[in-house]
């Protein structure tokens, strides 16, 4: 490094200042480490190059328990929201999910300012075009202006950064999302140190004038009139400040796609990055759902302070006079006039199997890993690997034991198990329907999962922690009062023929009439003088939940006691697979891949199977045994 400039020494360096990029950077500097994170340009700072919006179906989830764990974004979207929903409201809590519709520029700006007045936190305009590595071991970057900083830990958060190209029918153009300049060498040179990258394509629709668009023609969408916060730190909101709209593709718009497939860069060739399953684009939708007769989009707002509109599930990678003629067809969007062109785009990234449990790249130490660089989708995915890995990169050059979140624990320990474990061929995103133990694994109670943990590693301040006793305190002492408090059949006779359901015949406890479907925990505010005066939102949320999913909540916890059996059946990380005998040959190069830290991981990664297992099982055993026989002798 003699012809480059040393510009200083940090503890952590996150590379790239996306939502993963900023609660990593903000966790290390948080737990009291000197931190730098670069970015290509600053304008990227919790950039919302796609949708406007946070949280959704089992994204939601992710967002309450970033904050329980002490990161940002459900403090910063309850700052930069316009409108709020709670999802999924028709079916049980387990699948309840908070989503908020941004201002995409308070919401940059609000983070930008967050980290500009952290502590131990600075943050750079540069790019990256190196690591340095010794020993096996990250030491340092390098940047483009021929410098370089030192570093004990550094976090690789480029998102869709990684040799990016935009598409837009045969135009292909080297860029980072919305028009940001590209990180190129950084690629090549991650090659050279033999970290093994693959092409993942994403895409976003395009954004129009408000003011062009006929609203009448369209289904309003209004926000909640309970404003509930995505932060266990806060229990109120504002108003909401905004309507989204609903609208609907039709015949003559997919006759428009399908005259046009040949322009197309995903029909066309060009594109080689594998696109998500779960957000296709427009022609993809056209083309695998060829019966289907329309497809609904929603109309959105950017922000309070810009007429643009967001057309969210058109995604697209035609050419732009194709986007004209067929957006047009669509209802209240006849004279729509388009200020940004949806567009595709395709990156590099790596397999999620490359990495540990913990994040860190199992070919350099102290190298670790987020976002969408590790083959994810989605803001909230994002920030959740961001968050673990500015955790774990603290506790690694702390000389303490990882953070490592169960299946059982957290959403967050679903999507990273996923990914480690199983791999993905197409940009991962976290869905309930992923989660084995979702019935515990609320959104309403992350803060009683994780606060804790989060405060025991360094993270979560003290206000949060002692906000999280007080609120356990209430909960319990409130379950308590419900469970022994009873009535007297004539005293809620009116009651329960007002809510529709059985009379009673002798007193029953407030407790057993909340778990019937009919009542709700503010409905005995009508008989009972003492629910709820003294109890937050979250509180009384976590009330009710606990009290009417009692027994459902037993059941989960018993399988999950089966389930902490097999992951307490550790496995050694230096473990020679290929000595045990019995192990099928994929089963033996898939162990010896993954370096799995127990049986229960073990058992889900692809080409294992039952009987892999079990010579597993009996290899673990006949080990026990010799080890007691050796203290015998």
Same mark, same amino acid.
């Given at each position: ?7 200083? @020494?940090?503890?952590?360096? *996150? ?29 990227? *700072? ?14 939601? @989830? #992710? %967002? ?40 995409? @520029?308070?919401? @940059? ?31 340092? %970057? ?31 153009? $080297?860029?980072?999302? &919305?028009?940001?300049?590209?990180? &190129? ?130 995604? $697209? ?9 067929? /957006? ?22 790596? &397999? ?21 660089? &590790? ?44 990914? %480690? ?6 940009? /991962? ?7 084995? /133990? ?18 025991? %590693? ?16 209430? *909960? ?10 009873? *009535? ?35 409905? #005995? ?109």
């Amino acid at each position: 490094m003699e012809d480059k400039i040393l510009m200083g @020494h940090y503890d952590v360096a *996150v590379i790239g200042a996306g939502h993963a990029g900023c609660e990593a950077a903000l966790a290390a500097a948080r737990m009291g480490k000197k931190t730098i994170m670069f970015s290509i340009n600053l304008e990227a *700072v919790a950039m919302m190059p796609c949708n406007p919006s946070i949280g959704g179906t089992g994204k939601g @989830h #992710l %967002v309450r328990e970033i904050d329980a764990l002490g990161g940002e974004m459900g403090i910063n979207i309850d700052k930069a929201f316009i409108q709020t929903k709670m999802l999924n409201t028709a079916k049980g809590p387990a699948v309840h999910s908070l989503r908020a519709q941004a201002d995409k @520029h308070k919401y @940059h700006t609000e983070m930008k300012k967050t980290i500009e007045n952290t502590p131990n936190l600075d943050m750079k305009q540069c790019e990256i075009v190196d690591i340095l590595v010794e020993d096996g071991k990250v030491c340092g %970057v390098v940047t483009k202006l021929n410098s370089y900083y030192t570093a004990d830990a550094v976090i690789l958060a480029t998102g869709t950064f990684l040799r990016g190209k935009i598409f837009v029918g045969s135009t292909v153009t $080297s860029s980072g999302p &919305n028009g940001l300049a590209p990180s &190129n060498e950084l690629a090549d040179n991650l090659k050279k140190h033999g970290i093994p990258l693959r092409r993942f394509k994403t895409g976003t629709p395009a954004r129009c004038l408000g003011s062009s668009l006929d609203y009448s023609k369209m289904t309003e969408q209004k926000g909640d009139e309970e404003r509930v916060p995505f932060s266990f730190l806060n229990d109120e909101l504002g108003e909401n400040q905004a309507s989204c709209w609903l609208t609907y593709t039709n015949e003559e718009t997919h006759g428009v796609i399908r005259a046009n497939f040949h322009r197309s860069a995903l029909f066309g060739g060009q594109i080689e990055g594998i696109g998500p399953r779960y957000c296709p684009s427009i022609e993809d939708k056209v083309n695998r759902f060829a019966d289907k007769k329309r497809h609904q989009l929603f109309v959105e707002p950017e922000g309070l302070d810009t007429d643009e509109m967001y057309i969210q599930g058109m995604s $697209s990678s035609l050419p732009e006079d194709v986007q004209e003629a067929f /957006y047009k067809t669509i209802p209240g969007l006849e004279n729509l006039r388009i200020t940004r062109p949806a567009y595709a785009i395709e990156y590099d990234c790596i &397999n999620p199997q490359d990495l540990k449990l913990s994040l860190e790249n199992r070919f350099i130490e102290n190298l670790f890993c987020a976002g969408q660089f &590790n083959g994810s989708s989605g803001y909230e995915e994002a920030a959740a690997q961001g968050l673990m890995a500015g955790i774990n990169a603290v506790l690694k050059i702390s000389g303490k034991k990882p953070l490592i979140l169960g299946r059982n624990e957290a959403y967050i320990g679903v999507l990273i198990d996923d990914l %480690v474990t199983k791999g993905t061929n197409e940009p /991962y995103r976290i869905m309930t329907s992923r989660c084995e /133990y979702r019935l515990l694994l609320r959104q309403d109670n992350a803060d009683l999962r994780l606060t804790e943990k989060s405060y025991q %590693v360094g993270l979560a301040s003290k206000e949060r922690y002692e906000r999280f006793l007080k609120k356990k305190e209430a *909960v319990e002492k409130e379950v308590a009062r419900l469970e022994s408090k009873m *009535v007297k059949p004539l005293e809620i006779e009116e009651f329960l023929e007002k809510h529709q359901t059985s009379q009673v015949q002798s007193s029953i406890s407030l407790a057993d009439l909340l778990r019937r479907p009919q009542i709700t925990y503010k409905d #005995l505010e009508e008989i009972d003088d003492e629910t709820r005066p003294n109890l937050a939102y979250h509180a009384a949320t976590q009330v009710e939940v606990q009290i009417k999913y009692d027994g459902y909540i037993k059941k989960q916890l018993q399988q999950i006691e089966r389930f902490n059996k097999l992951e307490g059946k550790t496995l050694e990380e230096d473990l020679d697979y290929s000595k045990i005998e019995g192990l099928r040959i994929e089963a033996m190069q898939k162990l010896s891949q993954i370096k799995p830290g127990s049986i229960g991981q073990a058992s889900r990664i692809s080409g294992v199977s039952p009987a892999d297992i079990n010579v597993l099982l009996i290899y673990l055993e006949k080990q026990r045994r010799k080890a007691e026989d050796g203290k015998a002798n």
